[in-house]
């Protein structure tokens, strides 16, 4: 499989650049999670970093570039609505 090297921005990854899988379209996955171990032996803490457009210095590429961006709220809100899904919201 094809990897990418992608810079993140904020969060705990602020400034790095890791290599990330492409997936059969050629793009980065939508959103990065990266759990990260607690010491005290307890479940471990998701940081969640969802993809987007990278600013870039020329005018027109034949190629996207992508960044992944710290998501504060992590994995709140996402995922699929289907019409025939449950609201998600809290019991009236």
Do not use: I, N
Request: glycine residues 14%; proline residues 15%; aromatic residues 10%.
């Amino acid at each position: 499989m094809k990897s990418e090297e992608t810079p993140f921005v904020g969060g705990p990854l602020d400034g790095r650049v890791l290599p990330v899988l492409l997936g059969p379209t050629g793009h980065p996955p939508k959103v990065y999670r990266v759990p990260v171990p607690d010491d005290a032996g307890g479940p471990p803490t998701v940081l969640v970093y969802r993809r987007a457009p990278a600013a870039t210095g020329r005018r027109f590429s034949l190629t996207a570039r992508w960044q992944y961006e710290y998501d504060t709220d992590g994995d709140k809100g996402g995922g699929l609505k289907w019409p025939w899904s449950k609201p998600s919201g809290p019991a009236a």
